[in-house]
């Protein structure tokens, strides 16, 4: 008889930490989308995310250190946006500058969703019981799933801007997948040297460096929000 407990476990502790970071940034969005397209995206999100993360399940063993953390952080922000792509990008509630951060996000976290289900699942087979995985999912919380949606906004924003410079729309949008890369590979490699710290002091130090970077990512998303509220409307943005 299968034990669906672990796998309820999983999809329960996994969707909640996204689920709360999605509430958190659709209050930033004034005239707010349908909860069935928000659904539609996020669910996107997760089977994009499906797919890709079991294509870098058996890449990751045949890549250099070098390529094990550009080649994840680049595919992972390209799944992100063709979730956004195949889900909402045709959509016509796609009418606002402020609507492709909010849809990004939304496929964002659907993906993260996913991401902490697989992992918390792993982690109840290696350690079973409630608390390892509830740990693991706060943990990702603050890290992970943050993260994931940061990046993605800062891309959506990018986005929305390409359409206000469309001779440069191209570079503007390459720019934007270039510097959401860059940052998810800098929070990677953070989080490898916490991992690997072994002593007190630097650990604290990386963790402060990595409270840093995920702060300061916020405050310009806040910032790159607040721009976006200010640019006229554009009908059919997705044409």
Known sequence: MVNYFPIILAVFFGTIPAILWLWFFLAEDKN???????????????LFALITLYALYFIKPYLAFFLLIIIPAFSEEITKYLAFRFSAHKHHELDEPVDFMIYLITAALGFAAMENILMSFSSFLINPGIMPMFVLNIIRFMGATFLHALVSAILGYFIALSFYNLKNKIKTMITGFVLATFLHILFNLTMIKII????????????????????????????????????????????
């Open 32 to 46: 707010p989308e349908s909860k069935k397209t928000i659904i539609e995206v996020f669910l996107y999100g997760m």
């Open 196 to 239: 690997q710290a072994t002593k007190l002091n630097v650990l604290i130090l990386y963790i402060f460096l990595l409270a840093i970077l995920m702060i300061g990512m916020l405050i310009f998303i806040f910032k790159c929000f607040k721009k976006l509220k200010k640019l006229k409307s554009i009908c059919q943005m997705n044409s």
